[in-house]
């Protein structure tokens, strides 16, 4: 099982990335798919989440920014964040539920300078 986070970088208030997560060598179908974001010193926190119906959650912080999408048929997940702001800074993770089961990628570093 693989997550590769990708997309992250430096930007400059006000820009935009986007970030992409493949998921591989999965067998079952995956539930949930989740963007994660951990800033130094704080906690990990929600940023989005997917169902595989396409049900979308944000968090208060992002809404508005930022749009959750994925592929079930490749098994990727992508998240466009516009608006970027200094406070966006952090490390950003790829998470998926499958079989009641949470795994993990590796993060993807995104800083926004001011």
């Known amino acids: 099982v693989q997550l590769p986070a990708s997309g992250g970088g430096l930007v400059q208030a006000g820009g935009s990335l986007r970030l992409s997560c493949a998921a591989s060598?999965?067998?079952?179908?995956?539930?949930?798919m989740t963007w994660y974001r951990q800033a130094p010193g704080k906690q990990r926190e929600v940023v989005a989440s997917i169902t595989r119906r396409g049900s979308t959650n944000y968090a208060d912080s992002v809404k508005g920014r930022f749009a959750i999408s994925r592929d079930n048929a490749k098994n990727t997940m992508d998240l466009q964040m516009n608006n970027l702001k200094p406070e966006d800074t952090a490390v950003y993770y790829c998470?998926?539920?499958?079989?009641?089961?949470?795994?993990w990628g590796q993060g993807t570093q995104v800083t926004v300078s001011s």
């Open positions: 998470a998926v539920i499958s079989t009641a089961r949470t795994y």
């Open positions: 060598g999965f067998i079952f179908s995956i539930d949930t």
